[in-house]
């Protein structure tokens, strides 16, 4: 699929790896729309966007609720015309061990708030996303990509349990989507990101960011723009579907 021209969706688009992904696509000629909780934000990826000199459009929308999903996607249609692409970006972390010991005794716990908060932004927001782009897609009848964004941690990062799992959910839902969504010229794949050079990251003691990277072969972070790199690939390359693609630096958990 060419990029110019078309319009791609990106949910989690307000800054990081989202609004990094916006700005790729949008050097390439394609049309944005962009989804976020954070109204301020999304301007400022949305100027990044115009500047580029393509259309670029905010939608504050909860992936985590259905109606608001719909709704965004709705309007994306009505505004554009078309949807040719949707990249799976928004996700939150809320970070716990399972169980919390000290001298012998359990002193703390991940909280039933703390699994369910990122079960529902970072598991079902992308199902619902998916679903309802998927939905448009076929009715518009000229295919399309989906991209869902896993992570590293998918393979078990300790104090990560809620994470994890949802990263694990979304690798494994885009090989069945693949597969269902094919019979109607919609490809679907994944990218699991490293730890990358985000605001979350960049915000951390340089001791334990040193900590962060020294396990990494390549002995640095990733870049949000190297992540877009990832996804423009998928887009592109027509005989790509069904597969997660490690960007992590040769880092093994």
């Keep these: 699929m060419q990029v110019q021209s078309k319009t791609i969706v990106i949910t989690g688009a307000g800054r990081g790896i989202g609004r990094a992904l916006a700005d790729r696509f949008a050097s390439r000629g394609a049309n944005i729309a962009l989804l976020d909780l954070n109204a301020a934000d999304?301007?400022?990826?949305?100027?990044?966007c115009e500047s580029r000199g393509v259309q670029a459009r905010c939608y504050l929308t909860d992936v985590s609720q259905e109606d608001q999903v719909e709704a965004s996607l709705d309007q994306v249609v009505q505004d554009f015309g078309r949807l040719d692409v949707i990249v799976?970006?928004?996700?939150?972390v809320k970070d716990a061990l399972l169980v919390k010991v000290q001298d012998g005794k359990v002193v703390g716990k991940m909280s039933l708030e703390q699994w369910q908060a990122v079960i529902n932004v970072n598991l079902t927001g992308v199902f619902l996303c998916a679903r309802e782009a998927a939905q448009r897609m076929i009715k518009l009848g000229n295919g399309g990509v989906v991209i869902n964004i896993s992570s590293i941690s998918r393979h078990g990062n300790k104090g990560?349990?809620?994470?994890?799992a949802t990263k694990a959910g979304v690798a494994a839902m885009t090989v069945v989507w693949a597969k269902e969504l094919a019979r109607y010229a919609i490809r679907v794949g994944a990218i699991a990101p490293g730890f990358t050079h985000t605001d979350i990251l960049a915000s951390m003691k340089?001791?334990?960011?040193?900590?962060?990277v020294a396990p990494v072969p390549l002995k640095r972070l990733g870049e949000p723009t190297e992540i877009a790199h990832a996804a423009e690939f998928i887009v592109e390359n027509d005989f790509f579907t069904g597969r997660c693609i490690?960007?992590?630096?040769?880092l093994r958990l």
């Design 42 to 48: 999304l301007e400022v990826s949305r100027a990044l």
């Design 246 to 250: 490690d960007l992590d630096g040769g």
């Design 206 to 212: 340089p001791e334990v960011l040193e900590k962060v």
């Design 160 to 164: 990560q349990t809620n994470y994890t």
């Design 88 to 92: 799976n970006n928004a996700g939150i």
